[in-house]
């Protein structure tokens, strides 16, 4: 019985920034391995980074390494994307990710709880 609801999407130029958060209710947060994904239009849904319970490990796409950073408050039961140098391709509805076992995957099916989704659009 978790809740997850992003926020912090918008409209930016290729390469502002953007902050997206994940407030995570319901459940016992600080337990939780935590992610984010996202979706382009016409594609399939894809991991972007992910973050372990207390922030030891952290995991990255390829495609944003370098760009993005996850981190996490778990005093206020939130996660964070930081999107820095944001390009075009980076356009997508963006999925935040919650499981109770162990370990950081890169599938979605590994993941229990999701979010509805916050919308990115990056113009060139």
């Known amino acids: 019985q978790v809740r997850l609801v992003e926020s912090g999407g918008g409209l930016v130029q290729a390469g502002g920034s953007l902050r997206l958060s994940c407030v995570a209710s319901?459940?016992?947060?600080?337990?939780?391995?935590m992610a984010w994904f996202r979706q382009a239009p016409g594609q399939e849904r894809e991991f972007v980074s992910a973050i372990t319970p207390t922030s030891v490990n952290t995991n990255y796409a390829d495609s944003v390494k370098g760009r993005f950073t996850i981190s996490r408050d778990n005093a206020k039961n939130t996660v964070y994307l930081q999107l820095n140098g944001l390009k075009p391709e980076d356009t997508a509805d963006y999925y935040c990710?919650?499981?109770?076992?162990?370990?950081?995957?890169?599938?979605?099916?590994?993941?229990?709880?999701w979010g509805q989704g916050t919308q990115v659009t990056v113009s060139s």
């Open positions: 990710a919650a499981r109770t076992s162990i370990g950081i995957p890169t599938t979605e099916v590994e993941y229990r709880y």
């Open positions: 319901g459940g016992a947060f600080s337990s939780y391995r």
